[in-house]
Antibody, heavy 120, light 108 residues
């Protein structure tokens, strides 16, 4: 069965960086793209970026351009999202989420979420 | 960036009744519209894509319709497990992919 297992909760100070991992299993990693989506408490879902896990092509939301880096390690079937210069309002649950295909742009499986708390 | 607006923010419905949720796009997204269900403390679950295609394993009581800028998710007969927040998402123009603000379906 498809599983996306994310790394554990993080507490960071403002200005710091966080890197979240997402290990995929139960399917061929390179056949499906991966998205990163976040959700602040009580807020809507917010798309951060996408990676084609086969060829490494990446697209980011302009809102995060320059601060977010999405990578993947195909040998480990793992995707990563690193966000720098964190602000307190970026306390949120960060999800990795599998695309329906390589560029369907709809998510069919989600990780369990990683709570990132930004606080001084 | 395409802005997605959902209405109402909260919908109070009795079990067994029909629920109709709306989603409007700030410009045409053709039929590139998905719906997700999210329960407290859980990740979202895909219900509908392509405006009207049910995702794998989704019950027939969930149906989607619309195209262009106006979309509807209908739950024909609400079950206890359907009380949740529902989000629409457009994938016609990207980046970014954008989500609506959600409709909370609560028990009347």
């Amino acid at each position: 069965q498809v599983q996306l297992v994310q790394s554990g909760a993080e507490v960071k100070k403002p200005g710091a960086s966080v890197k979240v991992s997402c290990k995929a299993s139960g399917y061929t990693f390179t056949n499906y793209a991966m998205h990163w989506v976040r959700q602040a408490p009580g807020q809507r879902l917010e798309w951060m970026g996408w990676i084609n896990t086969d060829n490494g092509k990446i697209k980011y939301s302009q809102k995060f351009q320059g601060r977010v880096t999405i990578t993947r390690d195909t040998s480990a079937s793992t995707a990563y999202m690193e966000l720098s210069s964190l602000r307190s309002e970026e306390t949120a649950v960060y999800y990795c989420a599998r695309d329906l295909g390589r560029q369907f742009l709809v998510v069919d499986y989600w990780g369990q979420g990683t709570l990132v708390t930004v606080s001084s | 960036e395409i802005v997605m607006t959902q209405s109402p923010a909260t919908l109070s419905v009795s079990p067994g009744e029909r629920a109709t949720l709306s989603c409007r796009a700030s410009q045409s997204v053709s039929s590139n519209l998905a719906w997700y269900q999210q329960k407290p403390g859980q990740a979202p679950r895909l219900l509908i894509y392509g405006a009207s295609a049910r995702a794998t394993g989704i019950a027939a009581r969930f149906s989607g319709s619309g195209s262009g800028t106006e979309f509807t998710l209908t739950i024909s007969s609400l079950q206890s497990e359907d009380f949740a927040v529902y989000y629409c998402q457009q994938y016609n123009n990207w980046p970014p992919l954008t989500f609506g603000g959600g409709t909370k379906v609560e028990i009347k």
